[in-house]
């Protein structure tokens, strides 16, 4: 029961372009979701996060919007630079309760971007 | 800090052996989890532990995996018997739990084969 899905494995963009990755998810207990990014050989890195009470976050050259909704968010990249290619995770938690900081991810979405 | 630490990098071993990951988190995080990286299902988490206790182990395939967590500084994922369907990147992660969505910090992982 995949509660987070990233239902594109891949994304190919040319350099400068925009790349927008996307999520959806299934538990409505989510309230508050983030985007890891992960290079080979290394370990995901924390890249940006939304709370359920906005719809839109922006740092930089990465923005992430949210539809709750639909349950629903992305991550636009742009101007996209070689640099950003790697592993994508889309991630939730429900931070009611007990969950101690716990997350959910996708499968992951895997960006390259070329010059 | 020098970050979540785990070992080894890399693990190749027979199908039927005992196989043991280790990991020690960031000091002073008091929550640490262990994930899975495979390509059908990206991250998926395993067990993790708040103050060194076990919160939930729902996410452990079967009796074969166990984890311990015997102090702030240390844990440890075992695998026996390994089996082939084991191979996968093995992540380690901490997080300082305050309630209020703090980011995990990830280990650079451990590669796992299953001969």
């Known amino acids: 029961d995949q509660q987070v899905k990233q239902n594109s494995p891949s994304l190919s963009v040319q350099e400068g372009r925009i790349s927008i990755l996307n999520c959806d998810y299934t538990?409505?207990?989510?309230?508050?979701f983030l985007w890891y990014k992960k290079y080979p050989a290394e370990g995901p890195t924390f890249l940006i996060s939304?709370?359920?009470?906005?719809d839109k976050n922006e740092d930089g050259r990465f923005t992430v919007f949210l539809n709750k909704s639909a349950k629903h968010l992305s991550l636009h990249i742009v101007p996209s630079q070689p640099g950003d290619s790697a592993v994508y995770f889309c991630a939730a938690s429900a931070t009611g309760g007990t969950s101690y900081g716990k997350l959910t991810f996708g499968q992951g979405t895997i960006l390259t971007v070329h010059p | 800090d020098a970050g979540v630490i785990q070992s080894p990098r890399h693990e190749v071993t027979e199908m039927g052996q005992e196989v043991t990951l280790r990991c020690k988190p960031i000091?002073?995080?008091?929550?640490l989890f262990w994930y899975r990286q495979t390509m059908m299902r990206g991250l998926e988490l395993l067990i993790y532990f708040n103050n060194n206790v076990p919160i939930d182990d729902s996410g452990m395939p079967e009796d074969r995996f166990s984890a311990k967590m015997p102090n702030a500084s240390f844990s440890t994922l075992k695998i026996q018997p390994s089996e082939p369907r084991d191979s996968a990147v093995y992540f380690c992660?901490?997080?300082?739990?305050?309630?209020?969505?703090?980011?995990?910090?990830f280990g650079s992982g451990t590669q796992l084969s299953v001969l």
């Open positions: 538990n409505s207990m989510f309230d508050y």
């Open positions: 000091s002073g995080h008091n929550s």
């Open positions: 992660a901490s997080s300082l739990d305050t309630g209020r969505n703090e980011k995990l910090f």
């Open positions: 939304i709370s359920s009470i906005k």
